[in-house]
């Protein structure tokens, strides 16, 4: 981004989008706290991913008020404009996707009590760590205004969705062989739900990055047109 006459409006830009890093670190950490605490049953673990959603929350209403006063104070233009209304829209799916995370812990604490019983065994890590990849890549995007490894993100939410559905139909014929499992495979159901959305948010965020640097709005078009669209 270039620099201001105004220093200080320099520093308010860079203060936002540092902020908006360190909430993604935070919403990162809970995932994989809670696929951890999944696989583990580690109550503490857990009961801190639940804990925590208040402080991702608190990021997200923090940096929403900043942007605000900017436009208000400022009045931005251009590609300045751009970054405030994409930290607007990037926050939102980072605050969700702390809910998502909060929502494994949730279901992992169930399965947990329950003391795993009648349980299908599904292999969840997996999934979880390529939705976990895509919102890392999606962060380093919107750190170094890469629309390269943007584009690589929105690439990649297919084969979650993908996972999503196979998994989706282990579960079905876990419940049709043994109904005992019904009530364990909808929490798995919710959690593989729940790691499928947070690729969705990764996606969106990824596709507010393109916004950012190219000034196109690339929601609901697909990616051999954005592709087009951004040659």
């Known amino acids: 981004m270039h620099e201001h006459i105004s220093k200080q409006f320099d520093a308010e830009l860079e203060s936002v989008r540092s902020r908006v890093l360190q909430m993604g670190g935070l919403v990162e950490e809970q995932i994989l706290r809670a696929v951890e605490a999944l696989d583990s049953g580690d109550m503490e673990r857990i009961d801190k991913t639940i804990a925590d959603d208040h402080r991702v929350n608190a990021l997200e209403v923090g940096l929403d008020e900043a942007c605000v006063h900017i436009i208000a104070r400022r009045q931005p233009a251009a590609g300045d404009l751009r970054l405030l209304i994409t930290v607007i829209k990037t926050i939102t799916d980072l605050e969700r996707i702390g809910d998502e995370a909060e929502k494994i812990a949730r279901m992992a604490k169930l399965i947990h009590v329950a003391e795993r019983q009648h349980v299908p065994r599904i292999e969840i890590k997996h999934v979880a760590e390529r939705a976990v990849s895509m919102l890392r890549q999606s962060l380093d995007a919107f750190a ?15 084969a979650v969705d993908d996972e999503f559905r196979a998994i989706m139909r282990q579960l079905i014929t876990f419940m049709m062989e043994d109904p005992r499992t019904i009530t364990r495979a909808l929490e798995i159901l919710f959690i593989a739900k729940a790691i499928e959305r947070i690729g969705d948010h990764a996606k969106n965020m990824s596709e507010y990055v393109i916004y950012l640097v190219k000034g196109r709005d690339v929601r609901h078009v697909s990616v051999d047109e954005m592709e087009r669209l951004l040659d």
Do not use: P, T
């Open 144 to 158: 170094r205004l890469d629309v390269a490894e943007a584009m690589h993100v929105v690439k990649q939410d297919s």
